[in-house]
T-cell receptor, first 118, second 109 residues
């Protein structure tokens, strides 16, 4: 079955610790995205990538880092610089439209990772 | 900057009722608008995608309309069922993807 997997489902972070959230897709999509969801708010874009070894900052990139070494994988690291990391993190993927914009096409989402601070 | 608003924030209806969820956006220069469903603690499931040149899309009991000039979209759910209980999110896309905060729908048996 094609789809997007995220792990772990729950993640606990201690103060000053970096943690990495995993996102893998087997949909052969070029574009991948990371969003953060807080209660009562819409999803906010953290980072996105249209191609291997390239990625762009979204609205709230501060305190986060990403890598895109393989087409199938787009891990997100929440660094100690992110002072309020408690949230639900969603990964998504899509094809890239012929216009070159990744945002024109339907995005498919993973099941999410809930990050909690100890 | 694009702002997306969904009203109401929560809605409770009896089973079998037809209902409308609203989504408004401030910048009409969009590529498309997408409606999603989110169950508690889960990811998003795409329901309908309406291109900017389209007026509506239908899938089963769901019908989404788009009035780009007025910055509005509606999601119509016919003959609601308890299984429709979830949060419904709309998102508009151009150079990025902007989400509303969602409408939490409860359908009571």
């Amino acid at each position: 079955d094609g789809g997007i997997t995220q792990s772990p489902k729950y993640l606990f972070r201690k103060e000053g610790q970096n943690v990495t959230l995993s996102c893998e897709q087997n949909l052969n999509h070029d574009a991948m995205y990371w969003y953060r969801q807080d209660p009562g708010q819409g999803l906010r874009l953290i980072y996105y990538s249209q191609i291997v070894n390239d990625f762009q900052k979204g609205d709230i990139a501060e305190g986060y880092s990403v890598s895109r070494e393989k087409k199938e994988s787009f891990p997100l690291t929440v660094t100690s610089a992110q002072k309020n990391p408690t949230a639900f993190y969603l990964c998504a993927s899509s094809i890239v439209a012929t216009s070159g914009s990744p945002f024109q096409e339907t995005q498919y989402f993973g099941p999410g990772t809930r990050l909690l601070v100890l | 900057k694009q702002e997306v608003t969904q009203i109401p924030a929560a809605l409770s209806v009896p089973e079998g009722e037809n209902l409308v969820l609203n989504c408004s956006f401030t910048d009409s220069a969009i590529y498309n608008l997408q409606w999603f469903r989110q169950d508690p603690g889960k990811g998003l499931t795409s329901l309908l995608l309406i291109q900017s040149s389209q007026r509506e899309q239908t899938s089963g009991r769901l019908n989404a309309s788009l009035d780009k000039s007025s910055g509005r979209s509606t999601l119509y759910i016919a003959a609601s069922q308890p299984g429709d209980s979830a949060t419904y999110l709309c998102a508009v896309k151009r150079n990025d993807m902007r989400f509303g905060a969602g409408t939490r729908l409860t359908v009571k048996p």
